[in-house]
C-alpha cells in the first residue's frame, strides 16, 4: 500500500462524509503555494516565471493556517518555486501537522540534506521529492548537471532520519519507458514510501514549448511503464487514475478537487490554470463556471491534460461513488500487475534516438533524423483532432509584448490590453485618468457586468499591497517590465549545453531569474 492505513481512514472517512451531506463539489487535498521563486530552473514548469519583486513575496505561516482553514481538507500539498527556501516552512509545517493535516512538502532536494534537522518526522509529514528519472534523464530536466546527485543525497538522508518520503516524477515527449521503469526499481531501492507518476501539462510559460504529450501517446508510454508491473513498486496515487493513464478508465476532470492558494490569492479554476484570483475559498467555488474547464467543456488549455492535480481526485470520487467503484477500486489493489503482453513488446520495441541522453533533449535535426519512418504524428493535423487521439500537445508561440504601448481609444481596446496584461509575466505601468501611475505586476482582472464593474489587480513594485484599478479610470498602459517568460527557450539550452560540455565545463544549468534589482 502506498500510503499509511491512518492517512487511507482518514481520506476515505472525510469523502464518505461529503457523499453523505450530498455535497458534488468539495476539495481534496489543498495546494498550498507560499512562494514563486525557485534554485531551478526547469524545462518543463511554467509556476516561477515572474518579476523580481513577486519572487521575494511569500505567505506568513498565519496566512497558510488561514487557508487550510477555509479549506478543510484532509491532506495539504505545498508546492512552489521551492518550499525550503521560505525561511518560515519549519513553522509552516510545524502548524500543519499540529492541525492533523497529511502535509506533503514538495522539493527538488536540493536543499533537504542540510534543513533535514529544521523538521520532525511525523506521520503527517512527507517530503515529496521531485526526481524526473534516471540521472540523465533528471538532469536535462531540471536544466542542471548534478541536480539527481543531490536530490537522491537528500532522499537518503530523510530516509535515513525516519521521515516519510515520496517522489514525484513528470513526464515529456520522449521519455523512455524502460527508463522509466529502471527509475521506480532505483526509487524502491533508496528506501522511499511510493512514487507518483503524472504526464507534464502544457504551461505556455515553460522554456520547452515542443515537447508536450498528447493524450494517445501519454496513454501509450504510461500502458508501457505500468503494465506488467513489479511487486516492489508502490504507488502514491488511487488506483483509478493510475488505470486512466493507461488508457483502461475514462474520468472527467475535478478542477476544484485540489484548489490552490498563493500570494495573488485563490487561483481560478485549477492549480495549472492562472483564470483570475479569488479572496475566498467560498468565492472561489462559487464564482468559478466549472462546465468551462476540463477536456469535456472543449477548453483548449484543458485539452491534452491528464495530471493528478485534475484527475486524482476524480478517481477518489469514482471509488466512492458506487459499489461498482468501490469494487472496482479494490480489485485493481489485490490484482495490480496488469499483465500486458503487447505491453511488453512495446517497451521492447520502444525506439530511442540517443544513448546519453533521453529523445526530449535531443537537438530537433537529429530527433527528425532518428525519427525517420514514424507515422507522422508528430506533424501539427491538418483538421482538428479529438484529445484522446492527439499524440502531441502543441506549444505556445509568444507574442512580444515587453515595450509596448497600446493605444486605448475605445473599451474593447482597453479590454483587449488588460487582458494580454494578465497574461504578461512582467510589470507594466498603468496611468490613471487623474494622471497618477502605478508600476507593477497585473496579476488578476476581473469582469463585471458592464464595463464600468471591471477592474484590474496590480502589486505594485517595491510594494506588499494589492491596488485595484477599475478599467474606466485607466487612461494608458505601457509594458515597462522585462517579460520574464521569453527568451528562455529549451532549444537554446541545449545548444548551449553543448557548446559548454564540448569546453570542459561541469555543473551546466540554466539558472533561475536573479532576484537582485
Given at each position: 500500500m502506498g500510503v499509511p492505513i491512518s492517512q487511507a481512514w482518514t481520506v476515505a472517512t472525510y469523502v464518505l462524509k461529503q457523499k453523505l451531506m450530498r455535497r458534488s463539489r468539495y476539495p481534496l487535498v489543498l495546494m498550498l503555494e507560499p512562494l514563486m521563486r525557485c534554485n531551478l530552473?526547469?524545462?518543463?514548469?511554467?509556476?516561477?516565471?515572474?518579476?523580481?519583486?513577486?519572487?521575494?513575496?511569500?505567505?506568513?505561516?498565519?496566512?497558510?493556517?488561514?487557508?487550510?482553514?477555509?479549506?478543510?481538507?484532509?491532506?495539504?500539498?505545498?508546492?512552489?518555486?521551492?518550499?525550503?527556501?521560505?525561511?518560515?516552512?519549519?513553522?509552516?509545517?510545524?502548524?500543519?501537522?499540529?492541525?492533523?493535516k497529511y502535509v506533503y512538502m514538495c522539493t527538488n532536494a536540493l536543499l533537504l540534506a542540510k534543513n533535514l534537522h529544521l523538521f520532525k518526522p511525523s506521520k503527517y509529514l512527507s517530503f515529496s521529492v521531485h526526481v524526473d528519472g534516471q540521472r540523465e534523464h533528471h538532469d536535462f530536466a531540471v536544466c542542471?548537471?548534478?541536480?539527481?546527485?543531490?536530490?537522491?543525497?537528500?532522499?537518503?538522508?530523510?530516509?535515513?532520519?525516519?521521515?516519510?518520503?515520496?517522489?514525484?516524477?513528470?513526464?515529456?515527449?520522449?521519455?523512455?519507458?524502460?527508463?522509466?521503469?529502471?527509475?521506480?526499481d532505483e526509487m524502491m531501492e533508496a528506501g522511499v514510501e511510493s512514487m507518483m507518476v503524472s504526464p507534464g501539462y502544457t504551461y505556455d510559460k515553460a522554456p520547452d514549448q515542443k515537447h508536450f504529450l498528447g493524450r494517445a501517446r501519454s496513454k501509450k508510454l504510461f500502458r508501457s511503464i505500468l503494465s506488467n508491473r513489479k511487486k516492489s513498486w508502490r504507488f502514491n496515487a488511487s488506483p483509478i487514475f493510475m488505470e486512466f493513464l493507461m488508457g483502461?478508465?475514462?474520468?472527467?476532470?475535478?478542477?476544484?478537487?485540489?484548489?490552490?492558494?498563493?500570494?495573488?490569492?485563490?487561483?481560478?479554476?485549477?492549480?495549472?490554470?492562472?483564470?483570475?484570483?479569488?479572496?475566498?475559498?467560498?468565492?472561489?467555488?462559487?464564482?468559478?463556471?466549472?462546465?468551462?474547464?476540463?477536456?469535456?467543456?472543449?477548453?483548449?488549455?484543458?485539452a491534452n491534460c491528464m495530471v493528478h492535480s485534475g484527475y486524482e481526485a476524480s478517481g477518489v470520487n469514482y471509488t466512492f461513488g458506487s459499489f461498482k467503484g468501490l469494487f472496482q477500486t479494490v480489485k485493481a489493489m489485490l490484482f495490480d500487475r496488469y499483465e500486458d503482453r503487447e505491453a511488453t513488446e512495446m517497451l521492447a520495441g520502444w525506439k530511442k534516438t540517443s544513448n546519453e541522453v533521453p529523445m526530449v533533449f535531443v537537438p530537433l535535426a537529429q530527433r527528425a533524423e532518428a525519427t525517420k519512418g514514424e507515422a507522422a504524428h508528430a506533424a501539427?493535423?491538418?483538421?482538428?483532432?479529438?484529445?484522446?487521439?492527439?499524440?502531441?500537445?502543441?506549444?505556445?508561440?509568444?507574442?512580444?509584448?515587453?515595450?509596448?504601448?497600446?493605444?486605448?481609444?475605445?473599451?474593447?481596446?482597453?479590454?483587449?490590453?488588460?487582458?494580454?496584461?494578465?497574461?504578461?509575466?512582467?510589470?507594466?505601468?498603468?496611468?490613471?485618468?487623474?494622471?497618477?501611475?502605478?508600476?507593477?505586476?497585473?496579476?488578476?482582472?476581473?469582469?463585471?457586468?458592464?464595463?464600468?464593474?471591471?477592474?484590474?489587480?496590480?502589486?505594485p513594485t517595491g510594494k506588499q499591497t494589492k491596488d485595484v484599478i477599475p478599467y474606466a479610470e485607466i487612461g494608458a498602459i505601457a509594458f515597462t517590465g522585462k517579460d520574464t517568460a521569453a527568451g528562455k527557450t529549451f532549444e537554446n539550452w541545449v545548444k548551449r549545453y553543448w557548446e559548454k560540455k564540448a569546453a570542459g565545463e561541469k555543473n551546466i544549468q540554466i539558472e533561475p531569474e536573479c532576484l537582485d534589482e
Open positions: 530552473a526547469c524545462a518543463g514548469c511554467g509556476k516561477i516565471q515572474y518579476p523580481a519583486h513577486v519572487l521575494k513575496s511569500q505567505l506568513t505561516p498565519e496566512q497558510c493556517f488561514q487557508a487550510v482553514e477555509e479549506c478543510g481538507t484532509p491532506m495539504v500539498a505545498i508546492p512552489g518555486g521551492e518550499p525550503l527556501l521560505h525561511p518560515q516552512m519549519p513553522e509552516i509545517v510545524a502548524g500543519l501537522v499540529a492541525r492533523k542542471r548537471e548534478g541536480g539527481y546527485d543531490i536530490a537522491m543525497e537528500g532522499v537518503r538522508a530523510a530516509v535515513a532520519a525516519g521521515f516519510r518520503v515520496t517522489t514525484n516524477t513528470t513526464l515529456f515527449d520522449g521519455a523512455d519507458p524502460n527508463s522509466v521503469r529502471l527509475h521506480f483502461k478508465k475514462d474520468l472527467t476532470c475535478t478542477p476544484w478537487g485540489m484548489p490552490t492558494y498563493s500570494i495573488f490569492g485563490w487561483q481560478k479554476p485549477c492549480y495549472l490554470l492562472q483564470d483570475g484570483y479569488a479572496d475566498s475559498f467560498d468565492e472561489l467555488m462559487e464564482s468559478v463556471k466549472w462546465s468551462e474547464y476540463g477536456t469535456e467543456s472543449g477548453n483548449p488549455k484543458c501539427a493535423p491538418a483538421a482538428a483532432v479529438a484529445p484522446d487521439q492527439m499524440e502531441t500537445a502543441a506549444g505556445t508561440v509568444h507574442e512580444h509584448l515587453e515595450g509596448w504601448t497600446p493605444e486605448l481609444t475605445t473599451e474593447a481596446a482597453v479590454r483587449e490590453a488588460m487582458e494580454k496584461a494578465f497574461d504578461y509575466r512582467g510589470d507594466v505601468t498603468i496611468t490613471r485618468k487623474d494622471g497618477s501611475t502605478v508600476a507593477g505586476y497585473l496579476y488578476d482582472r476581473q469582469y463585471g457586468a458592464a464595463f464600468k464593474d471591471c477592474f484590474v489587480r496590480i502589486i
